[in-house]
């Protein structure tokens, strides 16, 4: 059994969370005071039956820690404690005694100044045992089992315990890479002190602070009438710091100390408190997922991302030059196009800056905006002073002027075209897909990159019908609405969608449709119902096959809809080609349901109910 870990070891886990971040940073030659770990199986092989037993039983931190006290280190343990001191300070240098328990010093949690450390320490057996048992005892603390309640992880263990030479510091402190407080990512943040950090650390003295940019200039300072550090350290401390957060690519907060003109690296944690704090020197961006959440619900594949994104881009860039948005100011504004969604944490979000951009290239942008957001369900509309376009010269307002006519006069033609560009869009469709979809399933990588390439080449770069479609369908709603409130009196805002609930000869209204027609066929046959409920797929069809006009209604729905299905969107989703289990269950619970018990009605009802009376 191995006890004595060295920064080389190949056991990281047993190093603890602290030490195997210097163990990191060691390999990248940086200044750190040499040290070793006791690893806790030192803990476990000097246990007897007895504490073992008792340990594992002690109701209170205070008698857990009381049976730690007692554990002797075994003759092992010691002979290789010993013998790592020996080589750790041949000329009797003090030491530091500190914990390095798994999840200590973590992205998540730092679990900083839970665990005991002891200062200056002889390099004696029994001066470095009785620390040791100190850090070991803090391990059961009560704050510690405290702080696991609140940051539930894997620290279930007497933390291992990091052994390193102590540094006489001249002064000392902490650093951070990035400012925790205000969330600056380019702002480095040096705190020192006269001699070592421990009063800093904990709080006892403020010391003096430094603030550094990313060009290594001191840009503030909070000091005394004589400074702790000269200019120039302060600025070796950032970019150790900043070197240490490189290396471990994320922010880190670091303690060092100065001895004897050198600058050393004590340890480095990752700064916690930056996860959920935007930096305000970035450029702001608003995220808002209220509707687009219903397209791409849940966790998206960089996939399909990587599809919708390249959609979105050449679909609203198709609309612009149809509106008559000159080709320059959409080149102009390419990244806004390619900003119009974004992946964060696996979810797709609407980036409103751009969307409010890309809308202020067309006319009636005010009109428009508060569609727009009506639209995208946006529950908190941006500030005027972001929303709003940038002030423009009294040549580019001339310019604007004229080039508002053109828009203007681009979407009234657009609009008396619109029936002629679905018929054409719908001939394209027609004439790409064929009357019999291509066999994927047997088609070469090339000739499925080669057939991709001619849809999205045929249909994605020749939709303009649909989006002027979903640009007038805005424009004509939010109006619905603004008179159904103005002259309707509809104070709950609702009347435009009892109005128009109820309309008729809607595709999307289709399956349901068929869905009901399946169910009232399959519920005159028990059989074929208890085998859409609860029976499997094989046992299925052998039920379909008795009854022929179901298994050709199920056929025409999925000849019709077998690409269909629940988060369609998504190319990572299956369709009912693979997978019909889910429409084959909910034809078979609306069958035992009773289909015919809710009719099929053209929506007359609901717009009768809508108009109310005369």
Known sequence: MTYILHPDTADRQHLGGKAGALAALHSDGLPIPAWFVLSPHAFAASLNAAQRQALAHAPTSSEAQAIIERVTLTPAVQTALREALAALCPDGALVAVRSSAGAEDGAQHSYAGQFESVLNVAPTLAAVTAAISTVWRSGFSERVAAYRQQMPDPLHQVPAVLIQRMVHADSAGVAFSADPVSGRQGVAVVAATRGLAADLVNGATTGDTYYVNHDEQIIACETDATPILADEWVQQIAALARQVAQHCQRPQDIEWAIADGRLYLLQARPITTLADLPDPDGFLTVWDNSNISESYAGITTPLTFSFARRAYTEVYQQFCQVVGVPQPTIAANADVFRTMIGLIRGRVYYNLLSWYRAL?????????????????????????????????????????????????????????????????????????????????????????????????????????APIINDFFAMIFYGLLRKLAANWCGDAAGSLQNDLLAGEGGMVSAEPAVRVREMAIVAAQHPALVAALCDGTLPAIRQAMAAVPTFARLYQAYLDRFGERCMEELKLESATLHDDPLILLRAVGRLAQAGPTARPITDGTASRAHAKGPR
């Open 360 to 464: 202020a290239l067309l006319p009636g942008y005010q009109l428009n905006r508060g569609f727009m957001e009506q639209m995208m369900g946006v529950k908190e509309k941006l500030p005027d002073d972001l929303a709003a376009p940038p002030p423009a010269s009294q040549g580019a307002k001339l310019r604007d002027g004229f080039n508002l006519l053109r828009g203007v006069g681009g979407l009234v033609l657009n609009y008396a075209r619109l029936p002629q560009r679905i018929e054409q869009f719908y001939t394209r469709l027609r004439r790409v897909l064929g009357d019999t979809p291509p066999n994927l399933h047997q088609m070469r990588l090339d000739e499925l990159a080669r057939y991709y390439r001619t849809l999205e080449q045929d249909l994605l770069r020749n939709w303009q």
